[in-house]
């Protein structure tokens, strides 16, 4: 064959873009390693609502290039830019509330489908086994798959350990498309609780069920599942079985030469029974450090009497993490907040500090290696505080003006007119129409004391105009049988 035809070969131009968003290797590496390519992350919380908060994220990356595997490596060269899957943020189990998404340099980003991003999760679950030097096989990460992609069920009331027990015959049998043997659910369930007492200690208190936790949940979503087979259910016991020992041997392992991994393993499983991770695709450089933003909307629940809330938050999956509290209303000040361990206890968060403060921004600054994970911020808004003295003051005038109406006991009306000026006054304050939610939820305490004081006020004050007349109409009526012998 002639050189004139190779020429066109050995001259073909290399694609400056290329599609790695099937690489499965490179969401491993990416996941295994997030300090080697996450520079900086910076998270906005925004208290607008008294039900819900803005979440704001900015990921800071480093060029992409140098943690790419073999396999992605010899296809993007010569490339500059690629389609990858990246981690954007580690996120609560269920629905995502107002997501937006942007690339870098607004280019279009997309959040994979659940089962996608399972199966990723699950290839990175084995990636951890391996390096702890334990065994998953493909029917066991099928069975991991299946937990990741768990979403709760609408039609079935499992938010408890309790009511699974009393409800796993009839929610597998439906799984199932068959009625299964009540010894062949006590069992699994035996094995449901065993493999919970693994997992316990390390998974963090939540709303419903953890799926990794507890795997009964999970086996009607199993692939193939509610086909007929004689060794179905002896299959899915042998799952149950390869799941427990997974976990007992990862808690053995702690305490060898791989024990970081084993920990590492364990850790993972039980976070991704509470969370997940937002993996999106987007166009990035390969070779120049960029950033992609994200935002949602969290749910939000502040205290009746003392406007407490909290928000969970990851502040160590970036070499540096950055977090600001502000609240949208200029009527609305921030108590001093405080960060707190996310597993449930009082002591203060490792590693987070404080690096701003105002009356409605609060800023905290994360970069030590030895930091906690999550944390829990902890926060208390309250009205500006001319605002509150202004209610109080006015309830206290209303205290005083219905002392002296009870002591006083003005019969006239002329007199009781006295009280029509501070009632307008407090009316105008009630009738006072907030600008967003949050501040009508602050002011419901000295809401509470104003309407408390107000009536009082018209109850004495009205007291003292009838008790005359219903006083003599009593004395008269009493007395004229008297009257009339």
Request: with cysteine; net charge negative.
């Amino acid at each position: 064959m002639s050189v004139e035809h190779y020429a066109p070969l050995m001259w073909r131009k290399k694609p400056e873009h290329v599609d790695l968003s099937a690489d499965i290797a490179l969401t491993t590496t990416l996941l295994s390693q997030p300090l080697d390519w996450r520079v900086r992350i910076v998270e906005h919380v925004e208290i607008d609502t008294a039900t819900s908060c803005r979440r704001r994220r900015s990921l800071q990356s480093a060029p992409l290039r140098d943690l790419l595997p073999v396999s992605a490596a010899s296809i993007a060269a010569g490339a500059k830019t690629a389609l990858v899957v990246l981690n954007v943020a580690s996120v609560p189990r269920g629905a995502l509330l107002d997501l937006d998404l942007d690339g870098p340099d607004d280019a279009a980003a997309f959040l994979l489908p659940r089962a996608e991003i399972a199966r990723r999760e699950a290839h990175y679950l084995h990636a951890l086994a391996h390096d702890a030097g334990l065994f998953v096989d493909d029917k066991l990460q099928i069975l991991l798959e299946t937990m990741l992609a768990y979403t709760t069920s609408a039609y079935w009331n499992l938010s408890s350990a309790s009511s699974l027990s009393k409800l796993a015959r009839a929610y597998l049998s439906d799984g199932f498309a068959e009625t299964l043997p009540e010894e062949t659910v006590q069992r699994w369930l035996r094995l449901d609780k065993q493999i919970a007492a693994e997992l316990a200690p390390l998974t963090e208190p939540g709303p419903g069920l953890s799926p990794m936790e507890h795997p009964l949940l999970s086996l009607p979503f199993l692939p193939g599942i509610a086909d007929p087979s004689p060794h179905r259910l002896t299959d899915v016991e042998d799952l149950l079985v390869r799941y427990l020992r997974l976990l007992q041997a990862a808690a053995r392992g702690r305490q060898g030469s791989r024990g970081g991994a084993a920990q590492e393993l364990l850790d993972s499983l039980a976070d991704y029974g509470r969370n997940y991770d937002m993996l999106v695709a987007t166009t990035v450089p390969l070779d120049e450090p960029f950033m992609i933003k994200y935002s949602e909307r969290r749910d939000l629940q502040f205290s009746w009497w003392d406007n407490r809330a909290q928000q969970d938050l990851v502040v160590s999956d970036a070499l540096s993490n950055h977090v600001v509290l502000t609240v949208d209303d200029p009527n609305v000040r921030i108590t001093p907040a405080t960060a707190a361990t996310a597993v449930g206890q009082d002591t203060d968060a490792l590693g987070a500090f404080t690096t701003r403060r105002s009356a409605q921004t609060h800023a905290m600054y994360a970069h030590n290696l030895d930091r906690d994970y999550k944390i829990t911020l902890r926060f208390q808004l309250a009205p500006l505080r001319r605002l509150q003295y202004v209610i109080y003051l006015v309830s206290v005038l209303l205290l005083l003006l219905a002392i002296a109406i009870a002591y006083e006991a003005p019969h006239e009306l002329a007199d009781l007119a006295l009280i029509v000026g501070p009632s307008a006054l407090a009316a105008s304050a009630l009738l006072n129409r907030e600008p967003s939610t949050l501040g009508s939820h602050l002011r419901r305490r000295s809401t509470t004391v104003l309407s408390t004081a107000l009536l009082i006020l018209l109850i004495v004050g009205a007291l003292s105009y009838v008790w005359p007349y219903l006083v003599s109409d009593t004395w008269a009526h009493l007395r004229r049988p008297f009257c009339g012998a």
